[in-house]
């Protein structure tokens, strides 16, 4: 991998307003908004090189149809800030998105899996975040040209404001805009938060919300001291259908002495693969520590999950956190692929519109939404390491309708993942029935769950190509 200094210049950039006139005033973000934190989230879209001929200029291209796009999303023009007690509000003041033009001097397949790297991070807009919240645009995006005229298009969109759902419903909105067509109504966004704020503040909660209580840390002395300040990698794993499916028999063989064991229905590739790397963190990280308590996350999108459903444009965010039952390594280990399985089914059944209603009463009832976003997002204890996994599912997202005029993109992921145990789970473009798995873990750690994850599969490691 090249070096990245000087790799990628920024050629020009551009302040982008709606191109017409568009509501005034303040707007209350709604609860779930409200747990999410304020920095930006990334993601990634690689284009190869157009085999149509001349692309015209891009950046122009890009620049006048995300001026349309933003009258339709008039909120990604508008600016973050916080009210009494940490509660957001966006002011709807057309202060507009940022874009910036850039050139990378190396090639794109230089950039081999994506896996993340200073060159890499510079395909993304640099964000100063010592400026205070309400300067900073709620929108960055750079335009990444390469000298075998491929491209890369690295957004960077609020958390405060949209989940990964919307924000790539905003992107293909974007892209169909960019090629000259117009939105059908399917596509336009639906901005009414109120549909997630609470109906009943300040009563008594219906559930107790463990999934806001501190997670799991390390016990005793199973993790090394030295180990304290080792960085984390990523690792970027591809895994094939056919991989899955076996991974749903495996979960499916219960004792059959034991028929009410056996699940209602056969568990979904998301449920299995959780399973899987659930397991694989306990195995890499075992070092004769079976009693170490862990815990899986998971966030849920409950746009479906509500009576009634939100509208299908709903643009925001829908996504609440669900958590299973504490267990130990033992557990995850020795016991069968089920167990696990069982867990993860467990804890995203029971959100259904009953308990998201009280999750809602519950963040609602939080007198500082600073101190909850911080508590949730980092909690104490991780510079021991973490023991748990947090999976955050994009497997049923659109990522294939973000054409901008060059052709589909080959390859999408979220950029930088820089959170121990978290994983992301992907579509592969590459439409073979395959998924892309990327998660962040101390590096020393990272061989080890390499090895488990295929080992316990029984297939070889996959060429590293994706």
Known sequence: MPNSEKMVTILSSHTVVPCELTPTGKFSLSNCDNIKLTSHAPLLYVYKPNKNGSLGNPIDTMRNSLSQALVHYYLLAGRLSCTEGGRLEVHFNSMGADLFEAFCQTGLDELGDFEPTQILQDLFPKIDYGCPTQEIPLLMVQLTSFPCGGLTVGVAISRAVVDGLSAMRFVNSWAKLS?????????????????????KQHTKLRFDHVEFHPPPRWIGDSYSRTEQNVETSVAVLKITKHQIEKLKKEAMNINTNNKAMAPKRPYSSFEVISGHLWRCLCKAFYVGNGYQPTRLTILVNCRNRLKPPLPDGYFGNATFPTVTHTCQFNDLIDKPFSYAVCKIREAIEKMADEYVRSALDFIATQKDMNLVRTSFHYPEGYKDGNPNLFIVSWMNFPN?????????????????????????????????????????????????FNKFFYEDIKEELPNSKL
């Open 400 to 448: 294939n309708d973000s054409d901008f005029g060059w052709g589909n993109p080959i390859y999408m992921d979220p950029g930088s993942i820089n959170s121990q145990g978290k994983v992301f789970i992907m579509q592969n473009c590459v439409e073979d029935g395959s998924l892309i798995i990327a998660i962040c873990l101390k590096s020393t750690h990272i061989n080890a």
């Open 179 to 199: 090629k000259g067509d117009k939105l059908d109504s399917s596509l336009l966004p639906f901005h009414n938060r109120t549909l997630l704020q609470s109906s």
